[in-house]
């Protein structure tokens, strides 16, 4: 018999979950990152295109998948054909080991490296936050040297929020290969950010469904007492300024689409079988259409008004940065040219500095190297500091409890829940997650970041509607949602789910594998002590090999799971396996029919 799936307690808590889960730090971080980079406001322009064209059919689709077949991302494709068992396989932590076999889905494999390092950024997140208490903040300036005679050399060089980062935080090594010993401090913290995800998932929904209210809610709160303290500051309006002023002219490059199409995909958390995991907990007559739109605008809203807090907060530090430089430069011309208090002005500046050029050439040519370039706009464009510890922690957590939903979910379709299961995944992530609170940990944090989830979760989303669409059949699939919602999809998702999105998430893949043989050698960025700044080296043997590995190991799970069935079906001695596993999929499939 069957046993009974838990359900939300109301759609609100479901709702709230897949807020939690999609509204996370690429709404708060990459994506004022990209509107900087690609045009401003006009990066805005291919955003919403890829929110219609990409981000709300496949979030639909995803949601409509959990919620009809009541499972996780690994029985929900199995039921849609056996042959995709293999949508990855989750070969990882030993309990588990010796049911890989009938348990393959490359989302939860993703859904795995993801948590290995994911967790780390609310590590980060503690450890500011926990600082943040001090008077004045450990960032705001530099430290002392151990003579006590100046400033520490290295933060010299750059920045206090530089220095605290890369050498108070992360005691950064100068390259991969001097991988040095684990951070103590960093290793405490992603302890306790491990304890707090466990403790939020112990009880399945019945904690989870508790603990989203807060984390959906709670950083709304925080961006909204930002917004207002961020309007309010000195500048804040030059940060507007910029990010709504839009550079058409980027809407030529290529770069701009696919980068608007990725930040969809990647901010709705698709492919990695979270929002499969959440539906599934659905009442099976919710109206997941509802919900899929509901959920795709606030998590772009929230992109758009995060983005006005943060250039709000920009604004104000570049000015104040770019004012303090003006003010540097005119110090030293007053020095340098026994000028009178109050000649120069930021006003006449630029103008004296021609006067003084053509009069002086000598004197002025010997105080070139100590005359800074003073730029607003130059400000704005580099300008990157941590924000909101609080408010990200929230965000990263939400985050956090969908990844591992999407880990514990099939686990608990075949097995009794237990919170063992929850405890060796928390357990097993934080462990190896210790090698990110090394020296070199933050190398490894990027190669994690940059390729465990991005070449493999664009082929499991393309596997994913082509397999709806044309395997289990679109008809089929729009009768399903009729029962579910009472009402067939229109032309719209359809056509989206058909041609559009496939079609979309294609041209993202070629585009990557163009790029990465364009590029070359892979490269990373090391943070140079002598220079205070990064520099460019390539990625060694080894690390080559584990992003390698990173990409196989969930994009080949698909065709070796469809293959190892394929080979069941062949073999005389596995033909009592092979009529179970179609058996079962034939019973899945009738009492899918028998409900239409």
């Not at 500091?385 to 957590?397: A, E, H, K, N, P």
């Not at 970041?449 to 397999?467: G, K, Q, W």
């Not at 043989?517 to 584990?546: E, F, M, N, R």
């Amino acid at each position: 018999m069957e046993k009974s799936r838990p359900l939300w307690d109301n759609p609100l808590q479901f709702v709230f979950a897949c807020i939690s889960y999609a509204v996370g730090l690429g709404n708060v971080w990459r994506f004022p990152y990209l509107c900087q980079m690609y045009g401003g406001g006009g990066f805005l322009i291919p955003y919403l295109i890829m929110l219609i064209a990409e981000g709300m059919p496949l979030l639909y689709l995803e949601l409509a998948v959990g919620q009809r077949m009541r499972q996780g991302s690994i029985g929900a494709w199995k039921i849609i054909s056996p042959y995709l068992c293999g949508v990855g396989m989750f070969l990882v932590s030993i309990f588990i080991f010796q049911h890989a076999r009938n348990m393959g889905v490359a989302s939860v494999v993703v859904s795995f490296f993801l948590s290995m390092y994911y967790n780390v950024i609310n590590a980060w997140a503690f450890w500011y936050l926990f600082h943040s208490f001090q008077d004045p903040l450990p960032w705001a300036t530099c430290p002392l040297n151990s003579n006590r005679t100046g400033y520490e050399e290295e933060c010299e060089k750059t920045s206090s929020t530089q220095y605290f980062w890369y050498r108070q935080t992360l005691n950064i090594s100068p390259s991969l290969e001097a991988s040095g010993s684990v951070q103590w401090e960093q290793a405490l913290c992603l302890t306790l950010a491990w304890l707090v995800v466990y403790l939020c998932i112990l009880r399945g929904t019945a904690s989870t469904g508790k603990v989203v209210y807060v984390t959906a809610s709670l950083p709304y709160c925080v961006l909204i007492i930002y917004l207002i303290r961020g309007l309010t500051l000195h500048g804040a309006v030059n940060g507007l300024i910029y990010m709504f002023t839009p550079k058409l002219e980027q809407l030529l490059n290529p770069k701009t689409w696919i980068s608007a199409a990725t930040q969809i995909f990647f901010s709705l958390g698709l492919g990695f079988g979270s929002l499969i995991a959440f539906a599934s907990y659905n009442e099976p007559s919710n109206n997941c259409q509802r919900h899929a739109i509901i959920v795709s605008l606030i998590n772009s809203t929230t992109s758009i008004f995060a983005s006005i807090v943060t250039f709000s907060i920009y604004g104000f530090k570049a000015t104040f940065n770019y004012e303090s430089c003006i003010s540097k430069v005119i110090l030293l011309l007053l020095n340098a040219f026994d000028l009178e208090e109050g000649s120069l002005t930021a006003d006449n500046l630029n103008e004296m500095k021609d006067y003084l050029m053509v009069t002086y050439p000598q004197e002025y040519a010997q105080l070139v190297p100590q005359i800074k370039n003073c730029s607003l706009e130059a400000e704005l464009d580099t300008l990157y500091s941590v924000l909101y510890f609080f408010m990200l922690l929230m965000l990263g957590i939400g985050s956090m409890l969908g990844n591992t939903a999407a880990i514990l979910t099939p686990l608990t379709d075949s097995r009794d829940p237990c919170f063992i299961h929850a405890g060796v995944v928390c357990f097993v992530n934080c462990v190896i997650g210790l090698i990110f609170t090394m020296e070199a940990g933050n190398y490894w944090f990027d190669i994690f970041n940059d390729y465990a989830a991005t070449l493999s979760l664009l082929l499991i989303v393309l596997v994913e509607t082509i397999a709806v669409c044309y395997i289990y059949g679109i008809r089929r699939f729009e009768k399903d949602l009729y029962t579910m919602i009472g009402r067939k999809p229109n032309w719209y998702w359809k056509i989206m789910w058909a041609f559009v999105s496939p079609l979309l998430i294609i041209s993202l893949f070629i585009f990557y594998l163009t790029d990465y043989i364009l590029t070359g050698t892979l490269q990373y960025q090391a943070w140079d002590a002598t220079q205070g700044q990064l520099v460019t080296k390539d990625y060694p043997g080894y690390a080559l090999a584990v992003i390698g590995l990173l990409v196989a190991a969930s994009t080949m799970c698909i065709p070796l799971g469809a293959l190892e069935l394929y080979d069941e079906k062949l073999s005389p001695w596995a033909s009592s396996s092979s009529s179970t596993t179609s058996a079962s999929a034939t019973a899945s499939s009738t009492a899918s029919s028998s409900n239409l």
